[in-house]
């Protein structure tokens, strides 16, 4: 049993490059999130889902898109980087969200635009 | 949306003392709030939990409560030990959308 695995750790972009955080899990949790972390701001939330097929929009989602096709996966991509983008991000999932349940993170991808 | 406030940013306790760290929210629909502990470039884990029918709730050491009419919610931590240290978070969750404190920094001198 992994919990939530996230890939890659580490990525360095240039502007305007395009790429996708993945992020799985093995834990037949229906909610998964996505957030980043920037210093003094604690986490934000980018989107979200509730189930394979349904994704809805965080407190900061431009410049993210996220499909959920299957329970286990939930991708974020990038469009277009930008260095505003630089961030930690971080994956969690939980078997919420009716009752709510704690959230399990993943490790994080530390991503730098350049 | 809901908004977060935690403070302090930072507190620097004895080891053996208690540390307290609150949190006010702005959204009375807001109903489940969890405590993360972050240490240096780890991922954040859950410590406890709150739901909102629910007063107070305690875990050896760690405690926490919640005063709904006031939308404010406390962790407290007896007896701190150095290993405490770390940064930790607050967050409740609205309609499904999880909101966090910006974090308070935790140090526990030996």
């Known amino acids: 049993n992994a919990g939530v695995t996230q890939t890659p750790k580490f990525q360095v972009l240039k502007t305007g490059q395009s790429m996708t955080l993945q992020c799985a899990q093995d834990?037949?949790?229906?909610?998964m999130s996505w957030y980043r972390q920037d210093p003094g701001m604690g986490l934000r939330l980018i989107h979200y889902?509730?189930?394979?097929?349904?994704?809805d929009q965080g407190e900061v989602p431009n410049g993210y898109n996220v499909s959920r096709s299957t329970t286990e996966d939930f991708p974020l991509r990038l469009l277009s980087a930008a260095p505003s983008q630089t961030s930690v991000y971080f994956c969690?999932?939980?078997?919420?969200?009716?009752?709510?349940?704690?959230?399990?993170f993943g490790d994080g991808t530390r991503l730098s635009i350049l | 949306g809901e908004n977060v406030e935690q403070h302090p940013s930072t507190l620097s306790v004895q080891e053996g003392d208690s540390a307290v760290i609150k949190c006010t929210y702005s959204d009375s629909a807001s109903n489940y709030f969890p405590w993360y502990k972050q240490e240096l470039g780890k991922r954040p884990q859950l410590i406890i939990d709150i739901r909102s029918n629910v007063g107070e709730k305690k875990d050896q050491r760690i405690a926490v409560t919640l005063n709904k009419t006031a939308k404010h919610f406390s962790l407290h931590i007896t007896e701190t030990q150095p290993e405490d240290s770390a940064v930790y978070f607050c967050a409740a969750d609205n309609f499904n959308k999880f909101y966090f404190g910006s974090g308070t920094k935790l140090n526990v001198k030996p």
């Open positions: 889902s509730v189930g394979a097929g349904i994704t």
């Open positions: 834990m037949n949790h229906e909610y």
């Open positions: 969690a999932s939980s078997s919420g969200p009716n009752p709510n349940q704690p959230q399990h």
